[in-house]
């Protein structure tokens, strides 16, 4: 008698960190690792493309009417608002992703993420902290993406989402990238044993 064994569903991960954590750099260097298989949630937001990122690739860029319109029609699975743009993750591949049991990843601020934790409970949460306070805002005026007065609303945003740590699964201190990577990394595998 044989035994079929059904492909496991993939596993929803919400990463969320204050910006100029690093969050996206630890990502996208897990994605790297040969025994990771996860797909990157591509959001869409009302903000505007900085420095060199792309339509389709980095987000969706669209007009705060456009985006507006898909709050009407349902089309994300969450959305909130930063530095007083819109933010969302697209509904349609999620579900896609992960009934190939491909891991999707989601790289979000709190407020989006507490609403996944409504949505989806078992989802695993993430929390990538900068190693220090001042560490982080010389991020922010190194990457030179940011005007002085977003930097800052960026940093005061940093103390709220702090705040909120201990909603998450676990916490990576980033000030070590290849440390964090593997971090990340050991606790996907983790949680699917
Ligand atoms: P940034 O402007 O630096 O690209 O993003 C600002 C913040 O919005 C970051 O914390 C980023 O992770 C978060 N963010 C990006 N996409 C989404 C999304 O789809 N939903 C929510 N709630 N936050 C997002």
């Given at each position: 008698?044989?035994?079929?064994?059904?492909?496991?569903?993939?596993?929803?991960?919400?990463?969320?960190?204050?910006?100029?954590?690093?969050?996206?750099?630890?990502?996208?260097?897990?994605?790297?690792?040969?025994?990771?298989?996860?797909?990157?949630?591509?959001?869409?937001?009302?903000?505007?493309?900085?420095?060199?990122?792309?339509?389709?690739?980095?987000?969706?860029?669209?007009?705060?009417?456009?985006f507006?319109e898909n709050i009407?029609k349902?089309n994300?699975?969450?959305?909130?608002?930063?530095?007083?743009?819109?933010?969302?993750?697209?509904?349609?591949?999620?579900?896609?992703?992960?009934?190939?049991?491909?891991?999707?990843?989601?790289?979000?601020?709190?407020?989006?993420?507490?609403?996944?934790?409504?949505?989806?409970?078992?989802?695993?949460?993430?929390?990538?902290?900068?190693?220090?306070?001042?560490?982080?805002?010389?991020?922010?005026?190194?990457?030179?993406?940011?005007?002085?007065?977003?930097?800052?609303?960026?940093?005061?945003?940093?103390?709220?989402?702090?705040?909120?740590?201990?909603?998450?699964?676990?916490?990576?201190?980033?000030?070590?990238?290849?440390?964090?990577?593997?971090?990340?990394?050991?606790?996907?595998?983790?949680?699917?044993?």
């Amino acid at each position: 008698m044989g035994i079929i064994k059904q492909k496991e569903k993939g596993l929803l991960i919400v990463v969320s960190g204050p910006s100029g954590a690093g969050k996206d750099t630890v990502v996208s260097e897990v994605l790297k690792k040969k025994d990771i298989d996860a797909w990157v949630s591509i959001s869409m937001t009302s903000r505007s493309p900085r420095g060199s990122e792309e339509n389709g690739k980095d987000y969706f860029f669209v007009t705060k009417e456009e985006f507006e319109e898909n709050i009407e029609k349902g089309n994300f699975l969450e959305y909130a608002t930063y530095n007083d743009n819109y933010y969302g993750t697209p509904k349609n591949k999620i579900d896609e992703y992960l009934n190939k049991g491909i891991d999707v990843i989601l790289i979000i601020e709190i407020q989006g993420a507490l609403q996944i934790k409504e949505l989806i409970p078992e989802a695993l949460f993430i929390f990538i902290m900068p190693p220090s306070m001042e560490e982080l805002i010389n991020r922010l005026v190194n990457r030179g993406t940011d005007k002085p007065e977003k930097i800052i609303s960026r940093f005061k945003r940093a103390y709220e989402e702090i705040n909120e740590v201990t909603k998450y699964n676990y916490v990576v201190v980033n000030d070590d990238l290849e440390k964090s990577v593997d971090k990340v990394a050991a606790i996907m595998k983790a949680e699917k044993c």
